[in-house]
Nanobody, 128 residues
Framework: QVQLVESGGGAVQSGGSLRLACRASAPSGYTLKDYYMGWFRQGPGNLRDGVASIDSEGKTKYGDSAKGRFTISRDFDKHIHYLQMEDLEPEDTGLYYC???????????????????WGPGTQVTVSS
């Protein structure tokens, strides 16, 4: 089992910045460097919206709301991936989850069971 733990959430004013971090761990036999990693935000009901993903070669994808403002990166040696969020808006408020999967992570609205592993989430609150 891959375990994920987020950090870095908090409250900021509109226009501010935050950096989220997600540390991954797994038993021996799991090659975390080969996993796709990403970030989702809680959506309506039990759905979650794709924010950003990064693959084993460092290639990135972004959801529409994140393009141009957010940057995903990963430290392959430390098994940590980051989400740098700039120019935050009140609409960015929500519970952010880090994710990991053996297969490509879609940047769309998904149900929890469509992605392999989820962290518990970290709250981001942006005030106007």
């Amino acid at each position: 089992q891959v375990q994920l733990v987020e950090s870095g959430g908090g409250a900021v004013q509109s226009g501010g910045s935050l950096r989220l971090a997600c540390r991954a761990s797994a038993p021996s036999g799991y090659t975390l460097k080969d996993y796709y990693m990403g970030w989702f935000r809680q959506g309506p009901g039990n759905l979650r919206d794709g924010v950003a993903s990064i693959d084993s070669e460092g290639k990135t994808k972004y959801g529409d709301s994140a393009k141009g403002r957010f940057t995903i990166s990963r430290d392959f040696d430390k098994h940590i991936h980051y989400l740098q969020m700039e120019d935050l808006e009140p609409e960015d408020t929500g519970l952010y989850y880090c994710v990991a999967d053996w297969e490509a992570i879609p940047m769309s609205r998904v149900r929890r069971n469509e992605i392999g592993y989820w962290g518990p989430g970290t709250q981001v609150t942006v005030s106007s």
